[in-house]
Structure formats: structure tokens, C-alpha cells
């Protein structure tokens, strides 16, 4: 059963920084582009970096380029997104899925993100 489990999300204040992870299971995660994406309410989920399978290749909505950095660790079957200088747009919950969806409409329980000071 495909299953991600994201971690890492909490309070910040404004410029401070936190890591996600997404452990990624029942699935042959290493030829999978991956993606992490946020949502908040009201509004559609939204992508805001992805990788390739060998972790060279990573694209960032240009909203957060210069301050998320996107990785993946294959032996690991997990997902990272360093995030630094946060700003309250960046508050959301934060999901990670597979390019395409390994197991369709599944999504994860997500990992909140609230950046306030």
C-alpha cells in the first residue's frame, strides 16, 4: 500500500526555518520524480518543488527560489525540503506525492507548516 508520512512542520517566526521530511512506502520510490506541495484553505493545492529520480534536477514555484531547497535520499525512500527565511505566505500544510501519483486521489496526512510572530 503506497503510504507518505511527512514530518517536520511546526511555529516559526518570520525568518526563521524548518526541514520536512516524507518517508515514502509501498512503491518503487528511485524512479519516481517526487514533488512536495502546500494548500491552505480555500485554496487549490499548490506545487512547490520537485526532483528528479537522481536528485540533479530540482524546479521551485518562484516564490520560494533562493530560500527551499528540495533533496532525496533513494536509500532512504524520503524527501526533504529545507526551508529558511520563512515569510507567513508560507504558512500551509504540506504534502509530498510521486510524479505521476503512485496510488491516485491518496494523499498523505500532510505536515503543518505556521509561520507567525
Known amino acids: 500500500q503506497v503510504q507518505f508520512v511527512e514530518s517536520g512542520g511546526g511555529l516559526v517566526q518570520p525568518g526563521g526555518s524548518l526541514r520536512l521530511s516524507c518517508a515514502a512506502s509501498g512503491f518503487n520510490f528511485n524512479i519516481y520524480f517526487m514533488r512536495w506541495y502546500r494548500q491552505t484553505p480555500g485554496k487549490e493545492r499548490e506545487m512547490v518543488a520537485g526532483?528528479?529520480?537522481?536528485?540533479?534536477?530540482?524546479i521551485y514555484l518562484d516564490s520560494v527560489k533562493g530560500r527551499f531547497t528540495m533533496s532525496r535520499d533513494n536509500d532512504k525512500n524520503t524527501v526533504y525540503l529545507q526551508m529558511n527565511d520563512l515569510k507567513p505566505e508560507d504558512t500551509a500544510v504540506y504534502y509530498c506525492?510521486?510524479?505521476?501519483?503512485?496510488?491516485?486521489?491518496?494523499w498523505g496526512q500532510g505536515t503543518q507548516v505556521t509561520v507567525s510572530s
Open positions: 506525492n510521486g510524479v505521476p501519483p503512485p496510488r491516485e486521489q491518496y
Open positions: 526532483v528528479n529520480t537522481s536528485n540533479r534536477s530540482v
